[in-house]
């Protein structure tokens, strides 16, 4: 049996931090610039295209889904996450805390509804499988299908060539090991933070937040419009909701600090109303 770690953090350590977002004044077409970004995100890509195959988020699936790693709070996981910076990431290098609460308080200053300001609070939380050990191109950047051709639209296509799939035939026309519009459901995704979470909460949310949580990085579909192909009805009207959220996940930088500890009563309310006190990750 594996053994399962209890992880406290003092919500004290939580509190006392005073979070000060970026002064990023840039417009929004600047957001998601590839062609001129650093070496570093152009290294995490050419990893994450190499090694993301059927095979390997099979192995995925069977190692995390079974939730058996740990048992933790949602503020425990938040903590721990603050050590991340996402490699993946051209537009933030600063701690996920940070984008947690801005992504979040940006959706309540709109007046969305409760279950969708949580979801922005928690939708990174995933990339917890860094502490597991997980690499960063097997954890964060944009989710794409696996087990079919992929899609020229996914940012940095041409480092799928060194992917083993790529020269196995039978996974490389259109629909590959999937059935026409067989529903987002059956397709494996690229593992990273979005599936595991997904995995972690999908017991206490609302169907729309969970599929925010699960298909957020797959850029491909809800900014290219690409894979219409192998969604079904429900992805399709589910698709407007990762579209709305998308821009808070990645506009919501604001030059005004965000006071942690003044914000954290509604927050901790807000996440008692969802979920128990402990988690199985
Ligand atoms: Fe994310
Ligand atoms: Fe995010």
Redesign the pocket.
């Known amino acids: 049996m594996k053994k399962v770690i209890s992880l406290s953090v003092s919500l004290t350590i939580l509190i006392s931090i005073t979070l000060h977002s970026q002064d990023t004044s840039k417009p929004t077409q600047d957001f998601r610039d590839y062609e001129h970004t650093t070496e570093s995100v152009r290294e995490f890509y050419r990893l994450n295209h190499l090694h993301q195959t059927l095979n390997f988020v099979l192995t995925q699936k069977k190692k995390y889904y079974p939730l058996n790693k740990m048992r933790m709070t949602i503020w425990d996981a938040m903590k721990a996450l603050d050590i991340i910076v996402d490699e993946s990431d051209p537009d933030v290098d600063n701690a996920q805390t940070v ?1 947690a609460f801005q ?1 979040a308080e940006r959706l309540r200053k709109d007046g969305h509804p409760r279950w969708l300001i949580l979801t922005g609070l928690i ?2 939380l995933g990339k917890m499988l860094i502490i597991f050990g997980e690499p960063q191109w097997a954890v964060v950047g944009d989710t794409f299908p696996v087990g079919c051709r992929y899609s020229s639209t996914i940012v940095f296509h041409d480092y799928f060539l060194e992917n083993l799939d790529t020269n196995n035939p039978r996974l490389q026309t259109q629909y590959g090991m999937y059935k026409p519009n067989c529903g987002l459901d059956n397709v494996h995704m690229s593992w990273g933070h979005d599936e595991y979470l997904y995995q972690v909460v999908k017991r206490y949310l609302p169907d729309e937040a969970l599929y925010i949580i699960r298909y957020h990085s797959f850029y491909a579909a809800h900014k290219e419009n690409a894979y219409g192909y192998l969604m079904d009805d429900y992805d399709r009207s589910m698709m407007k909701w990762i579209k709305l959220f998308s821009a808070y ?1 990645l506009y919501s930088k604001s030059p005004e600090p965000v006071n942690v500890s003044e914000l954290m009563p509604y927050y901790q309310e807000l996440v008692t109303e969802f979920f128990p006190e402990e988690l199985n990750w």
Do not use: A, G, V
């Open positions: 984008h992504t939708h990174d996940d």
